[in-house]
């Protein structure tokens, strides 16, 4: 089996441990969306330039990233910001086929919570329980101990740090204290390579997610109003 991905190490991690949900629910789809982007890039099939696509048609073995390079591909050329907000009713479709493809090729499993005969929401589980344990380990090294990240685990530490999920990977409040405090370093740094197109899709995806926020707590106030 091939390396997994940015976009499948930041599934894994935010399925929580205990009882299989999907932690930052309401924002997940987005950043699942930013972390394919992200992987796109790394495989040198998407640039993005003066702010626009440069995208490069291939196979890239991975359904998700697939279906996500076709579409940018045959808006070669075009804003990135624009494509993004056609892709605005597609990041659900994206989000459920990563988590098919997940469980096809057997990283997870799924099982339906019901209640009162209703299907209330899965249920997802690695299906090895030590899968993420190097991962873990290198997260600890970077943000505890303050030691150099390399490429890959930086991007993937940023995504994390959008879905406010660091926190609960560490006991005790100055643990979660220092690991917040050192991704926020990290997130002030440039890129070794391809800063432009990085920093374009987490600062695309990063407001994405503050106008979705904003939106639910206005509905919100409104609903208790």
Sequence with gaps: MEPLKIKDLLILLIIHPQNGKLRSRNIADSVLVAAALIDLVLLGLLRINNGKIEATEADTGDPVLNNLLEMFVKNNGK?????????????IKIYRMQLEHLIRIRIITA???????MTLFNRYHLTRSDSLKTVFIALERVLIYGRKSNLELRL????????????????GQEYKMIAKKRSYELSKTEFEVYNESFQIIFKTFKRIIRINQLSENMQFNIMTL
Excluded: C, D
């Design 156 to 171: 993937l530490i940023e995504l994390l740090r959008m879905t406010n999920v660091i926190k609960s990977f560490y006991p």
């Design 79 to 91: 804003s990135f910001h624009w494509m993004i907000n056609r892709l605005s009713t597609s990041r």
């Design 111 to 117: 099982e339906q919570a019901y209640f009162l005969g």
